[in-house]
């Protein structure tokens, strides 16, 4: 996808607009799954909430990934791509026991992160097999020691409650098949993700009816030049080992299973703003953009980094802006920031807008979200329409206040 393919779509279906590659989607699945080819039995779920268009989810089912979902309707949408339910996995955290009987009844692999639910749903259920979601409580220190952190957090069931864990599953009789972990946390060094999978499989030989072990995800992507990534063929190596070795101590050989959003998607998506008016203060020169936080939630919400690119002036000298959407609020996408030159009408590119992006964005100050393309094969697809007015006023109901006049 050159600057001249962005501009030309950007020309084509208007601004603000969400492009993604379907090509680099498949190099990172195909990285991700080379890097683990050791494993005989491997298994990716794409973590739908990332991005969700239901094209996405066709292409990625393609591409043989199997999705993580955390609501009833990202099942549903999966299912509507025609994803097998056997390849879907339901991660959910604080949801009804009514929702995950809802999806069991699908078909779709339940995963439960707390021992109220799990106790409820294994009384209920015991010839349904259900995966656990373990805390682990590792993340990576100061020095890259481990501290025992993470106590507070609302995911998952810890460790410490193995003894009732396991007493919940004798009691009901219910089937462990997976054991699972997503600390959330970036993998940055692969010796800490490694210390937190010894306690997983620690905690997997307390269950003798398993089918796969889920490490989660956490796998990091650079966004901007000089960020550190996840090695995946260091982790590869070192895990895939590890993994090796307790199939043999377990006797059985298990699933490896994944369930990456970010790094799929995320390098995947540029989004394009075009620059609406290029404002001098006395301190700053502000682009103010047709677009804001409601499009692209990321740099506001987070605090996140996205390279933004003039495709419309890539060879021009640098200058520095502030780039600026247009709710009215603060509104920032980046600070004094150093781009090659602004006029106004330019198209600005930013990167890594893949994953979490379009899935985040609203309405707010009632504008239209924008329309979303797909490059495939060297060609644009539109995947989504930019919304229009009817959409804004769509299940809203207008009341009458005009009064009835006396007979
Ligand atoms: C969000 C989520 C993921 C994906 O995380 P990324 O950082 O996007 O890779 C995986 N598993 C679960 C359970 C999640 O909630």
């Known amino acids: 996808m050159t600057n001249q393919d962005l501009l030309a779509i950007a020309a084509e279906y208007g601004s603000p607009v969400y492009v993604y590659d379907a090509e680099k989607i498949e190099a990172q699945y195909k990285r991700l ?87 409820q749903f294994g ?57 699972h972990m997503h600390t959330g946390s970036d993998i940055l060094d692969i010796q800490v993700f490694i210390q937190a999978s010894e306690i997983l499989f620690d905690a997997a030989k307390n269950f003798k009816n398993l089918e796969f072990i889920d490490f989660g995800s956490g796998f990091k992507v650079p966004y901007k030049e000089g960020d550190i990534e996840t090695d995946i063929e260091e982790l590869g190596t070192k895990l895939s080992e590890k993994f090796k070795a307790f199939c043999t101590e377990y006797g059985k050989e298990l699933t490896l299973a994944f369930e990456p959003g970010k790094y799929l998607v995320s390098e995947s998506g540029k989004f394009l703003a075009k620059v609406n008016v290029i404002k001098q203060t006395t301190s700053t020169v502000f682009a103010g953009i047709d677009t804001g936080f409601n499009h ?52 600005l590119a930013f990167s890594n807008a893949g994953a979490y992006c379009y899935s985040m964005s609203s309405n707010f100050n009632s504008r239209f979200r924008p329309a979303e393309v797909l490059w495939y094969k060297g060609e644009a697809h539109l995947i989504r329409e930019r919304e229009t007015f009817d959409d804004l006023l769509r299940h809203q109901i207008a009341l009458d206040f005009t009064e009835k006049k006396q007979k």
């Open 33 to 119: 799954t080379s890097a683990f080819s050791s494993i005989k039995k491997l298994r990716i779920h794409y973590a739908v909430k990332a991005l969700s268009n239901i094209s996405i989810l066709k292409f990625i089912d393609k591409l043989g990934s199997g999705l993580d979902t955390v609501s009833i309707q990202e099942v549903q949408l999966g299912i509507k791509a025609g994803v097998d339910p056997s390849k879907i996995i339901f991660t959910p955290n604080g949801v009804s026991l009514e929702e995950i009987e809802k999806v069991a009844k699908l078909g779709v692999q339940i995963n439960i992160d707390n021992l109220s639910i799990l106790e």
């Open 123 to 179: 009384s209920r259920h015991p010839k349904t097999p259900v995966c656990i979601r373990i805390n682990p409580h590792v993340m990576a220190g100061g020095n890259s020691k481990i501290s025992v952190g993470h106590i507070d957090s609302k995911f998952g069931i810890s460790i410490h409650q193995m003894p009732l864990l396991k007493r919940i599953v004798e009691n009901t009789g219910m089937t462990i098949n997976g054991i």
């Open 296 to 347: 692209l939630i990321r740099p506001m919400f987070y605090g996140s980094h996205h390279e933004i690119n003039n495709i419309s002036n890539s060879n021009g000298k640098q200058r520095f802006y502030s780039v600026v959407g247009y709710i009215c609020e603060t509104d920032t996408f980046a600070s004094n920031r150093r781009i090659t030159e602004i006029t106004e009408g330019d198209i």
